[in-house]
């Protein structure tokens, strides 16, 4: 079982950057591939982007490529969420999760869950 704890999130100008953070505990971090998502009020989860068990490979929801840049540390069991050129729609609440390949865009697909850390982006 792996537990995960957001951080990081705030409020942010357009056009603003912030780096989310993901710690895990447990020794299983390593095993999982761990995805992105966020969550704005009235919408259902959306992918933002994953991460593969080694770090090599990522994918990432057309609407933050280029501008969304996710990397993890195994050795420090954390995962990481780079936001550039933050914009208003990029509003809602994040959440990373860990499940079984990078290449899952789809919520029910991911094991575990965070908390959740609100970012706001407005001037």
């Known amino acids: 079982q792996v537990q995960l704890v957001e951080s990081g999130g705030g409020l942010v100008q357009p056009g603003g950057s912030l780096r989310l953070s993901c710690a895990a505990s447990?020794?299983?971090?390593?095993?999982?591939?761990m995805g992105w998502f966020r969550q704005a009020p009235g919408e259902e989860r959306e992918f933002v982007g994953a991460?593969?068990?080694?770090?090599?490979?990522?994918s990432y929801a057309d609407s933050v490529k280029g501008r969304f840049t996710i990397s993890r540390d195994n050795a420090k069991n954390t995962v990481y969420l780079q936001m550039n050129s933050l914009k208003p729609e990029d509003t809602a609440v994040y959440y990373c999760?860990?499940?079984?390949?990078?290449?899952?865009?789809?919520?029910?697909?991911?094991?575990?869950w965070g908390q959740g850390t609100q970012v706001t982006v407005s001037s």
């Open positions: 447990g020794r299983t971090f390593r095993s999982y591939a």
């Open positions: 991460i593969s068990r080694g770090g090599g490979s990522t």
């Open positions: 999760a860990a499940g079984g390949s990078y290449q899952y865009t789809v919520f029910r697909q991911y094991d575990y």
